[in-house]
């Protein structure tokens, strides 16, 4: 029996598919089997596959060199790091009943995002910085209140973090506002930012008048 995630890590907002493969390497027909489910407590899952009431699953016969593929679609919604087992038991017939046992780890991350710096005037443009984002998904910035630039979207590196950036049209409202990084896989995220008058000058500081 082995247990596989993908992706893996996973990331909040995201899915995680969790694959059980329960295989017969022996030379008799198995049977009476019955999978139960190790996951973690408090992770949301989509609906349990058929025939899996309360994370036990009742199995068909398997015989020689067979197998059978049991998957559970996480859906997880805060960051953790924890392990997903299982165990497979029998009341029938099997050269080496067990209880036979698999267990692999799970990451889950939550994206983050932060302005560098996080005040500006208009005509200026900042730096929104990110980290913990899956790798090379289309990451997109708006915020509001004001008007978002169009731009063409920014891609995380193979590490997650990436460097992209946001204009502040010349003529838009000043003030404080929010600024999302949004895209497939993941929640959207925020972080705060401010617009004022003033000049930025050597190191990223902004004066204000």
Request: glycine share 18%.
């Given at each position: 029996m082995s247990i596989s995630a993908q992706p893996n890590p996973g990331y909040v907002?995201?899915?995680?598919?969790?694959?059980?493969?329960?295989?017969?390497?022996?030379?008799?027909?198995?049977?009476?089997?019955?999978?139960?489910?190790?996951?973690?407590?408090?992770?949301?899952?989509?609906?349990?596959?058929?025939?899996?009431?309360?994370?036990?699953?009742?199995?068909?016969?398997?015989?020689?060199?067979?197998?059978?593929?049991?998957?559970?679609?996480?859906?997880?919604?805060?960051a953790l790091q924890t392990t997903i087992t299982a165990t497979l038991t029998t009341t029938g017939t099997d050269a080496d009943p067990g209880p036979h046992t698999a267990s692999t780890p799970l990451q889950i991350l939550q994206p983050q995002i932060v302005a560098v710096p996080p005040i500006g005037k208009p005509g200026f443009v900042t730096s929104v910085r990110g980290k913990d984002f899956p790798p090379g998904v289309p990451v997109q910035f708006t915020w509001q209140p004001g008007i978002t630039a169009a731009a063409a979207p920014t891609y995380p590196a193979a590490d997650g973090t990436f460097a992209g950036q946001l204009l502040i049209l010349p003529k838009d409202e000043l003030g404080p506002r929010t600024i999302t990084a949004s895209g497939p896989g993941f929640s959207p995220v925020t972080c705060p930012f401010l617009v004022v008058t003033g000049t930025i000058g050597p190191p990223e500081e902004v004066q204000r008048r």
């Open positions: 907002g995201g899915h995680v598919t969790v694959s059980y493969t329960v295989r017969n390497g022996g030379q008799a027909l198995a049977t009476g089997l019955t999978l139960t489910l190790g996951l973690p407590a408090g992770l949301p899952t989509e609906p349990l596959p058929p025939g899996c009431p309360g994370g036990t699953c009742q199995l068909g016969d398997l015989t020689p060199g067979s197998s059978e593929v049991v998957q559970v679609v996480l859906s997880p919604n805060a």
